[in-house]
């Protein structure tokens, strides 16, 4: 009988980061909504970040991502079907979800909703963030409803339902639903005034004027939703139209799914290509105002797209300081080696600033009856949306760089760095790529009030709350409102040209203010020293001497 050669023992490998609370380890997300949301008990929020770091849920997350969903166009017998088969891990996700109430639940809610929403977002991502796409556009096109009242009668009870029910129905049959959003042809994103798709009018219905929509959309996720906002081309201009995917008289919708994208992640998220063939679509709000409506959702989405980056940050940040804490080389713990603290120490300092930033837009959003957050709302959604993002992919970059070379393997999924990776570009590119969002703060900027009612005087109200702490920040600050107050008044290529430097350096003076009133002063004194003074933004591990690196990687670590 032949023996069993042991060729090495397994040592000196970090064990999966499993089992943790990923509300009770966060103290940036502890603090930021300590300070938003003063009164507010937190017991359900621990209770949320036990189980959603819990071994089940992360276990849902792997498997939706790593089972892809399958487009069933027709049965066997070629009937038209346009089904989208998901794992049950899926479902199991969504389900959580929308039990939580992170879709439209938060508009049958009174104040704080949208902050306790927001954090509750960011922890999810921590899961399998695509799934929480249909989430994000449910939340997003309920208030734009409203427009059309005997449509949001119908559907407002069910799009703020916790209950899931993926039954393909017509909403009259079902307990809960979900809403998607189509803009995107194949001829314009961005600009969507070049959309192609037309709406001619049919009749008019208790459910106001139907039209008839022919023509596709080139990028339509979540196509198993119960119904869209699509945009098509009526006689009065670019409308908006909600398209159900069943008809009230129980038929399905002429919606047919060609095929699904293939995609670098999102992986557990059908994104489809769909034809409508004389779908049935109704009018919400006047023709020719689709543009503006539109605008109106994507400021919710681009909230999401901040919100979940910072959790992809937060969780990749987690990954980066479980593993050099237990990982060993050249007889240290990799965390306690000088260069790799400064890495750790610089990537906390960025997870936290997103944290801050994009818990500062949900604030906005929950208040609106406040104008001076309405101004800020509209001046943070684009900041927020360009900045959070663009750091996103480059955190996750280095995160996974200190995992080494395992943090670049899948291992079926169960590589949640490298499915981190995968996932950041995504939240820059959809709902306003970084371009689209740097135009949109110099479009912000222009529309000047006759009073102090203006997203300039708001800035400088809301930088003032930090002023005497640092005089680095007091300095940037100043600079900064000197070139807000310029490109308020001027537009033209030169300031198009500079937009994204205007755009970053908003967010950074907005984050080091925050950092200032729910931070440690470890954080805060290294992120002025190392963004606002110097060269400024560099590549993460070049903090400069003399801070308090020990406290920051203390404040930041999971557990
Ligand atoms: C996985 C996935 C799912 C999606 N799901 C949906 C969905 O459900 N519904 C939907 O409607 N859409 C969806 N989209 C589409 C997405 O919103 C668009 O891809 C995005 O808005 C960009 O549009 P585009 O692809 O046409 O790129 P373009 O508009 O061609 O833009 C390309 C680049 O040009 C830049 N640019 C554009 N105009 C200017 C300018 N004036 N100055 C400088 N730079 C400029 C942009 O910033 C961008 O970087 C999805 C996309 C992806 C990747």
Same mark, same amino acid.
């Given at each position: 009988?032949?023996?069993?050669?042991?060729?090495?023992?397994?040592?000196?490998?970090?064990?999966?980061?499993?089992?943790?609370?990923?509300?009770?380890?966060?103290?940036?997300?502890?603090?930021?909504?300590?300070?938003?949301?003063?009164?507010?008990?937190?017991?359900?929020?621990?209770?949320?970040?036990?189980?959603?770091?819990?071994?089940?849920?992360? #276990?849902?997350?792997?498997?939706?991502?790593?089972?892809?969903?399958?487009?069933?166009?027709?049965?066997?017998?070629?009937?038209?079907?346009?089904?989208?088969?998901?794992?049950?891990?899926?479902?199991?996700?969504?389900?959580?979800?929308?039990?939580?109430?992170?879709?439209?639940?938060? /508009?049958?809610?009174?104040?704080?909703?949208?902050? #306790?929403?927001?954090?509750?977002?960011?922890?999810?991502?921590?899961?399998?963030?695509?799934?929480?796409?249909?989430?994000?556009?449910?939340?997003a096109v309920t208030p734009a409803l409203r427009a059309n009242a005997p449509l949001f009668d119908t559907w407002f009870g069910k799009l703020s339902s916790t209950r899931y029910d993926p039954r393909p129905l017509p909403v009259q049959a079902k307990h809960g639903v979900t809403m998607g959003m189509g803009m995107t042809e194949k001829q314009g994103g961005s600009d969507v005034r070049a959309n192609t798709s037309t709406a001619r009018f049919e009749e008019d219905t208790p459910w106001g004027q139907r039209y008839s929509i022919v023509g596709h959309k080139w990028f339509f996720s979540a196509p198993m939703c119960d119904a869209f906002l699509v945009l098509a081309q009526a006689p009065g201009g670019l409308s908006c139209?909600?398209?159900?995917? /069943?008809?009230?008289?129980?038929?399905?919708?002429?919606?047919?799914?060609?095929?699904?994208?293939?995609?670098?992640?999102?992986?557990?998220?059908?994104?489809?290509?769909? #034809?409508?063939?004389?779908?049935?679509? /109704?009018?919400?709000?006047?023709?020719?105002?689709?543009?503006?409506?539109?605008? #109106?959702?994507?400021?919710?989405?681009?909230?999401?797209?901040?919100?979940?980056?910072?959790?992809?940050?937060?969780?990749?940040?987690?990954?980066?300081?479980?593993?050099?804490?237990?990982?060993?080389?050249?007889?240290?713990?990799?965390?306690?080696?000088p260069l790799m603290k400064n890495v750790l120490a610089d990537l906390c300092l960025e997870s936290e600033a997103a944290t801050a930033l994009a818990l500062r837009l949900a604030r906005a959003v929950d208040r609106q009856n406040d104008p001076f957050e309405q101004l800020m709302r509209r001046l943070l959604t684009p900041v927020a949306k360009f900045w959070v993002c663009k750091r996103g992919s480059a955190l996750a970059q280095e995160a996974m760089e200190c995992l080494g070379g395992n943090g670049y393997v899948e291992e079926h999924g169960a590589g949640t760095m490298a499915r981190i990776y995968r996932e950041m570009p995504l939240n820059s590119i959809w709902e306003g790529a970084g371009n689209i969002m740097a135009l949109d703060l110099l479009r912000a900027l222009r529309k000047r009030g006759k009073s102090d009612a203006d997203v300039v005087h708001a800035l400088a109200t809301e930088l003032a709350t930090a002023r005497g702490a640092n005089a680095v920040l007091d300095g940037f600050s100043e600079r900064v409102m000197a070139r807000v107050a310029e490109a308020a008044d001027v537009s033209g290529p030169e300031e198009e040209l500079g937009a994204r430097r205007l755009a970053q350096d908003v967010a950074l003076a907005v984050q080091a203010s925050l950092l200032r009133r729910h931070a440690s002063d470890a954080v805060f004194d290294a992120f002025c020293a190392s963004r606002l003074a110097g060269q400024g933004v560099q590549v993460f591990g070049t903090l400069p001497a003399g801070l308090k690196l020990d406290a920051i990687l203390q404040r930041a670590m999971p557990h």
């Amino acid at each position: 009988m032949a023996t069993m050669l042991t060729t090495h023992d397994v040592t000196n490998q970090a064990s999966p980061l499993a089992g943790h609370n990923v509300y009770a380890g966060d103290r940036a997300l502890r603090d930021a909504l300590a300070f938003h949301l003063p009164d507010a008990a937190d017991a359900h929020r621990h209770a949320l970040g036990a189980s959603l770091g819990g071994a089940d849920m992360q #276990e849902h997350a792997r498997l939706a991502n790593l089972h892809k969903p399958h487009l069933h166009t027709h049965d066997r017998f070629g009937h038209r079907i346009d089904e989208v088969e998901f794992h049950p891990s899926y479902h199991a996700l969504i389900g959580a979800a929308m039990q939580a109430g992170l879709h439209a639940t938060p /508009w049958a809610q009174g104040p704080g909703a949208h902050l #306790e929403r927001a954090a509750a977002f960011l922890m999810f991502t921590q899961l399998e963030p695509s799934v929480l796409c249909p989430i994000s556009m449910s939340y997003a096109v309920t208030p734009a409803l409203r427009a059309n009242a005997p449509l949001f009668d119908t559907w407002f009870g069910k799009l703020s339902s916790t209950r899931y029910d993926p039954r393909p129905l017509p909403v009259q049959a079902k307990h809960g639903v979900t809403m998607g959003m189509g803009m995107t042809e194949k001829q314009g994103g961005s600009d969507v005034r070049a959309n192609t798709s037309t709406a001619r009018f049919e009749e008019d219905t208790p459910w106001g004027q139907r039209y008839s929509i022919v023509g596709h959309k080139w990028f339509f996720s979540a196509p198993m939703c119960d119904a869209f906002l699509v945009l098509a081309q009526a006689p009065g201009g670019l409308s908006c139209f909600h398209l159900p995917r /069943w008809l009230p008289d129980g038929t399905r919708n002429a919606v047919h799914l060609q095929r699904l994208k293939d995609k670098l992640g999102n992986h557990a998220n059908a994104s489809s290509e769909v #034809e409508f063939a004389g779908a049935q679509a /109704w009018l919400v709000g006047e023709e020719g105002r689709g543009v503006q409506q539109i605008l #109106e959702m994507g400021t919710l989405t681009r909230l999401d797209c901040a919100l979940g980056t910072a959790g992809l940050m937060r969780q990749a940040t987690s990954l980066a300081l479980h593993h050099t804490t237990q990982r060993r080389a050249f007889g240290k713990a990799l965390i306690e080696q000088p260069l790799m603290k400064n890495v750790l120490a610089d990537l906390c300092l960025e997870s936290e600033a997103a944290t801050a930033l994009a818990l500062r837009l949900a604030r906005a959003v929950d208040r609106q009856n406040d104008p001076f957050e309405q101004l800020m709302r509209r001046l943070l959604t684009p900041v927020a949306k360009f900045w959070v993002c663009k750091r996103g992919s480059a955190l996750a970059q280095e995160a996974m760089e200190c995992l080494g070379g395992n943090g670049y393997v899948e291992e079926h999924g169960a590589g949640t760095m490298a499915r981190i990776y995968r996932e950041m570009p995504l939240n820059s590119i959809w709902e306003g790529a970084g371009n689209i969002m740097a135009l949109d703060l110099l479009r912000a900027l222009r529309k000047r009030g006759k009073s102090d009612a203006d997203v300039v005087h708001a800035l400088a109200t809301e930088l003032a709350t930090a002023r005497g702490a640092n005089a680095v920040l007091d300095g940037f600050s100043e600079r900064v409102m000197a070139r807000v107050a310029e490109a308020a008044d001027v537009s033209g290529p030169e300031e198009e040209l500079g937009a994204r430097r205007l755009a970053q350096d908003v967010a950074l003076a907005v984050q080091a203010s925050l950092l200032r009133r729910h931070a440690s002063d470890a954080v805060f004194d290294a992120f002025c020293a190392s963004r606002l003074a110097g060269q400024g933004v560099q590549v993460f591990g070049t903090l400069p001497a003399g801070l308090k690196l020990d406290a920051i990687l203390q404040r930041a670590m999971p557990h």
